[in-house]
């Protein structure tokens, strides 16, 4: 079979048979079939080589093709895949993991539940947030403030905690009990950053006081905000968050799934912030995507609240596949990659080298805002970068700058008009360099067609 009819007999099959995420079938055509990836670099079936500016779904931290992760997966197969982890049980990986994790979270982050992802991730956050003001006889406490633009997976409770009406559209009532305030991206219609710090952080406190704060159990934030267009807060927005939970009694759930695991600088955002939330989700880079995994790590403070109930008062939360032996394994064999090659150390680096070099390219006409933290960054588009008016929606001019980006050999997403960047943490600065080269080159595309 030919390389091109093999590829045909893909995209065919895959019409017929797969639902992907965010489907519809029409934007499906043409679409991209990869299927081998080292490095920063993927290829598709036609051998087309990508440079992965967004390590696939912000998760590759490690890059692409590291025998190592397939051998420890491989080592835990043959010994032993899975066994359940219920109470009772447990599995050495899984164990190992948990404490390696607590070691390095924020402050006294202690202990873990694993997850498979990052939605179970923040659901398990959610219950365990209530299960935490029940126990402590405040059951009124149940509901969740989290931040428009803010993403935190699609199952039902993470569906109506995400901040983009889009998710919610055509699929009925959302949960109870969740309210949106404001993102701190004010920033764009001129603020200062204090003034962005305090109207998100008023926007936050008006729904506590509306909902009164004893019905009020956790506030949910990236502390950069990912699929929402790498929206970075200024620093006392973070520490004010803190404050105002602690003023009200409300949990603080920091949602790490994008930026844990090295992404910006350090093994969590948070730590950069110097502050310690009460619940951190995690998923994504503690395996670099190559298994399914993710967990919440609970302070010393609410584990020793669950402790404190009688033996029959259970933390009746379970998953099939929490601390799922090979996930484990994998997890460990990738942060020892993190760590030995100095991953942290190089987002923040070359992070910084990349957010110079998308800043450079602001001397193109329609590049609004340039921002980045660690190994994150996004470039905003603009119909006039002076008076920040944006692109009428027809125009999808973030969606032509990413198609023109493919046509070079280089992939990313956008929302919007925001074209987004996270490139894996190994990328080296000439990468960066190559990868903005295309970005320029696509954009240069895009307005010749204008
Ligand atoms: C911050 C954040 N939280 C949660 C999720 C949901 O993770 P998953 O898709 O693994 O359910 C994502 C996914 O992009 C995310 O970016």
Same mark, same amino acid.
């Given at each position: ?86 109470? &009772? +049980? ?28 990052? @939605? ?13 003001? $029940? ?43 969740? +309210? ?6 004010? +920033?764009? %219609? ?61 949990? %603080?759930?920091? #949602? ?21 939330? #009460? ?25 020793? @609240?669950? @402790? ?18 090979? @996930? ?34 602001? $001397?193109?006409?329609?590049?609004? #805002?340039?921002?980045?933290? &660690? ?38 997403? $956008?929302?919007? #008009? ?23 080159? =696509?954009?240069? =595309?895009?307005? =010749?067609?204008?």
């Amino acid at each position: 079979m030919t390389v091109q009819s093999r590829a045909q007999e893909l995209a065919a099959q895959d019409l017929a048979h797969l639902i992907h995420p965010l489907y519809h079938e029409k934007a499906q055509e043409g679409a991209l079939i990869i299927e081998r990836g080292e490095g920063i670099h993927v290829w598709d079936v036609n051998g087309n080589r990508y440079i992965d500016g967004l390590s696939c779904l912000w998760n590759v931290n490690v890059g692409h093709g590291r025998r190592e992760l397939g051998e420890a997966a491989l080592r835990q197969m043959e010994q032993l895949a899975f066994f359940n982890n219920y109470t &009772g +049980y447990a599995v050495p990986s899984a164990v190992q993991l948990a404490a390696r994790i607590a070691a390095l979270a924020p402050g006294d982050l202690n202990a873990v539940f694993f997850t498979s992802g990052g @939605a179970e991730s923040n659901e398990s956050a959610f219950k365990m947030a209530r299960f935490y003001w $029940n126990i402590q006889g405040r059951p009124s406490k149940t509901k969740v403030i989290s931040r428009m633009d803010g993403y935190h997976g699609v199952s039902l409770a993470a569906m109506s905690a995400t901040g983009m009406s889009v998710y919610w559209d055509r699929f009925g009532d959302r949960a109870p009990g969740f +309210y949106h305030a404001v993102s701190p991206n004010q +920033y764009r %219609l001129g603020n200062t950053p204090e003034e962005t710090a305090r109207l998100a952080l008023d926007s936050i406190e008006e729904i506590i006081r509306r909902e009164g704060a004893d019905s009020i159990a956790a506030i949910i934030a990236e502390p950069i905000q990912g699929a929402g267009g790498v929206i970075v807060p200024p620093p006392s927005y973070i520490t004010g968050l803190r404050q105002l939970c602690d003023r009200h009694e409300v949990l %603080l759930i920091a #949602d790490e799934v994008i930026t844990g695991f090295g992404r910006t600088g350090t093994w969590f955002a948070m730590s950069q912030f110097g502050v310690q939330p #009460d619940i951190m989700s995690f998923a994504k880079g503690v395996t670099s995507g190559y298994i399914q995994l993710g967990g919440i790590v609970i302070s010393e403070r609410m584990q020793r @609240a669950l @402790a404190a109930q009688p033996v029959d008062v259970k933390w009746m939360h379970a998953y099939t596949y929490s601390g799922h032996a090979t @996930a484990c394994a994998v997890a460990l064999a990738n942060m020892d990659i993190i760590e030995r090659e100095h991953l942290a150390d190089n987002a923040k680096t070359v992070g910084a080298y990349l957010l110079r070099a998308l800043e450079g390219l602001r $001397n193109l006409p329609h590049v609004g #805002d340039v921002r980045g933290f &660690g190994m994150l960054g996004r470039v905003e588009f603009v119909a006039d970068p002076r008076t920040k008016q944006a692109f009428p929606a027809a125009a999808r001019y973030g969606d032509r700058v990413v198609a023109e980006m493919r046509k070079r050999g280089a992939l990313t997403r $956008n929302r919007a #008009d925001v074209v987004c960047f996270a490139p894996p943490l190994i990328t080296t600065e000439t990468q960066v360099d190559e990868l903005t080269g295309i970005v320029r080159e =696509a954009v240069q =595309a895009v307005d =010749a067609a204008l």
